[in-house]
């Protein structure tokens, strides 16, 4: 195999593997994580903060768009590579 092509499939393999650390791991479950946290301070008497609760149902509602674009960010560049 050619260098380019190592490196091209090195690179697509890597864009689908950042797409989903940051799709899934950083913006659903850090988004539901989020979410349960203000929960507790809200039972703690901690008071509502509108903010955060915004944020992270935004980053649950855009999560796969984020993991796509990310995604693309390396595969496209790893596809001209082939």
Known sequence: MKRNT???ISM???GVVLGLYVGVWMM???GIVGLVNS???IIH???VDGLTIGVNIIKI???GLA???SA???VIPGWSKL
């Open 6 to 8: 190592i490196l091209g």
């Open 12 to 14: 697509i393999v890597l």
């Open 28 to 30: 659903f479950i850090g």
């Open 39 to 41: 929960v507790v301070g």
């Open 45 to 47: 008497g901690n008071g």
């Open 61 to 63: 509602m855009f999560a």
């Open 67 to 69: 993991g796509y674009v």
């Open 72 to 74: 693309l960010v390396l």
